[in-house]
Nanobody, 123 residues
Framework: QGRLVESGGGLVQPGGSLRLSCKASGFALKDYAVGWFRQAPGKERKGVLFFSSHEYVTWYGDSAEGRFTISGDNAKNTVYLQMDSLKPEDTAVYYC????????????????WGQGTQVTVSS
């Protein structure tokens, strides 16, 4: 059975950086579109950044544009979310999820969903 595990969250000061990891097991992450989502307390889940290597497409949410980037390591079956210039409003639980195609991420048709990692941006 496939599984996703996020890691790399923590407490960081405003303006700082974090790199989140999304490691897959039981399936090849490169064959799926991968999405990063976040959910702050009392707010709805929002898409942050979607990446589909087999479709050659990347989508950046408003919060990610110009500050966040995504990369992957096929050998480690892991996707990374590099977050720079972090702001207090970036505080949330960050999740990764997969879909067959990027449109499936927009539609909420997930194959796998991780348990989340907490990111707190505060001085």
């Amino acid at each position: 059975q496939g599984r996703l595990v996020e890691s790399g969250g923590g407490l960081v000061q405003p303006g700082g950086s974090l790199r989140l990891s999304c490691k897959a097991s039981g399936f090849a992450l490169k064959d799926y579109a991968v999405g990063w989502f976040r959910q702050a307390p009392g707010k709805e889940r929002k898409g942050v950044l979607f990446f589909s290597s087999h479709e050659y497409v990347t989508w950046y949410g408003d919060s990610a544009e110009g500050r966040f980037t995504i990369s992957g390591d096929n050998a480690k079956n892991t996707v990374y979310l590099q977050m720079d210039s972090l702001k207090p409003e970036d505080t949330a639980v960050y999740y990764c999820a997969t879909g067959r195609r990027q449109m499936d991420l927009f539609a909420g048709n997930f194959d796998y969903w991780g348990q989340g990692t907490q990111v707190t941006v505060s001085s």
